[in-house]
């Protein structure tokens, strides 16, 4: 049997620029005056894929994983015919259903109902299948009693299952989903993963998933591919795969000078965790302080900056969120300048596992959001046996989110 | 079971890729039912404001020119005459007018969803065509009134008319529109550009005033005037002026492929940069 998806050396070039990539008439008859008297400056381009070859068979399930910037919501346009390649070819066999974000073209003015059609039209129905299905999708996406009222007095929850539920019922052969669990409430994301798993499994369909979320990719897919800076370096076992990611990821530190992301007031230019003798790791015991260290840069004075960490597990459930409340820094503003900022999180409290922190300079009574970069550091958690954690001496797993060693008491109550 | 193959690859030579676009009917369809369905909810007039529009003009003209300029309209009485060079002229500037915004507006889409983007802007157009039966419906009451006789020929000279219209509608709304989304203040020309056409079209005085050769022979590449024509020969009967149907049809036809010819040749990329 031929690939579902057979590519073949694909790259994409993109211009590199600062402004955005249209441009005023004013300014192209401004700069053809400038070019006049001076030299034309070379543009700058860049490969977000170069030399992309990978063969996926039908009913294959492949996670796409890899920093931001990676190429990988790149390649799924591509290959969703978004945006067309600069060199190299694809092959797709069957029909590509893409997921690249749900709710497209909902109209306010329009009704529930309205909008299915509109909506499955747009992702790729045929009317006829629209209306085969109508019910199915009203019953999955759980608005029943509004489907006739205008999409505009719906909340921003139910306008989000209801788009869920029109993508949920597309029957391609090829499903492309990037990211769209990210949003929703917990429950609907279950139910909407367990669609997907049942559609995918019963039918032999070929999905490719692009998510941050390294669990998610481990239990829904059998093979992943690596993307590290528009090249494929690894591909592979879900599970192969994603450890060599979070090595690599781990590998994020000062050391390369370039900053990990930036905007014209703070840049951010390492984020590593590190032990109690400020030296940098990956694997800690389970009794041991993990200090998550960020050091970022201030470019320009007289912000109040708070800076923040969010922990998730591998299930994708957030631990905690904190933020830098206790420092002066909370109230004042910053001054320009290399900054290191670290959070310490006590020892005995998270449980055995991976962890993934996102972190964040921001400041919500301002409601501004400077930099926020997601599942930017691994970190892994190992028990201990030698020395007394919550576990003590019971064998197996542990479970429990947390594993925090609390402080017993027993006494006699009667003598 | 045979399954559908796309072949992925850099854009490569011009198509009109209208074979892609029947694949894609439906879908044309639900954006032209969604613009019509929106746009008739959104006005609690609804359909009667794109009627008495045109005919608050038509009296407006009537007003003024009928009486002061004095143009030989006959065997047309003024009223019928600018009635329907309005209901032309509308057709027309909506369908350039909304198929120019058009890509931009629909930025959101193009950079999720992939299909024939020309469906964007003709669907403008087919909105502003529903808007136009419309407008066709009153003025064939308002001919009745005016007991404007109908021949065997009326029909076919309309549609001829129409036919030109729509094509050189599309033309300069695919053009307009692929050139708004590379240049972003490329619209604030676009209402300068119409108000010349609109005044360099036989609307509201006959081409036969103008008398004087150069202006006249510039104005014949008007292609609303030679669709405008053709739809009046319709009621008169007349032959259609040879230079402005011949110089109209012809401006038509280009501009029709140059438009689709741009559109085309800069789509690929309009996901990039919208």
Redesign the interface.
Known sequence: MKPAIDIRNLGKQ?PLHDAP??????D?LSQSVKKVFSPAEKKEKFWALRDINLQIEPGERVGIIGRNGAGKSTLL????????????????????G?L??VG??F?P??TGR?NI??NG???GL??AEITRQLEAIIDFSGVEKFIDSPLKHYSSGMQLRLAFSVAAHLEP?ILLIDEVLAVGDLEFQKKCLGKMEEVSRKDGRTILFVSHNMSYIASLCDKAVLLDKGRLVKEGGAAEVISQYISSARSITALDNSPIAANPIVRLLSVQSINAGHQRCESFAADETIGIEMEYEVLQAGHVLWLGYNLHNEEGVNLFDTHSVNTAQYTEPHATGKYKAVAWVPGHLLNTGMYFTSCAVFNHLRQVIHLHEKDILVFHVHDVFERQTARGMSPGEFPGMVRPLLEWKIEKSET | MEQPQTHIQPPGRFSTGFREIWQYRELFYFFTWRDIKVKYKQTSLGIIWALLQPLGMMLLFTLLFSKTLNFDTRPLPYPVFVLSGLILWNLFQSSVSHAGESMIQHAGIIKKIYFPRLIIPGSAVLVALFDFMMGLLIFLVFCLVYKQAFHWYTLPYFLGGMLLLLLAALGTGTFLAALNVKYRDFRYTIPFFLQVLFFSSQIIYPFNAITQPVLKYILALNPVNAAIELFRCGLTGQVPDSLVLVAGASTTVVVFLAGLYYFRKTEAYFADIA
Request: charged share 25%.
């Open positions: 993109y990539p249209y441009v005023s008439l004013r192209i346009k591509i290959i969703s015919r978004i945006t067309p390649p600069t060199t190299g070819e694809a092959f797709i066999r069957g029909r590509v893409s690249l974000e497209t073209g109209h003015e329009l309205e059609y509109l039209s747009i992702l045929k009317k052969e």
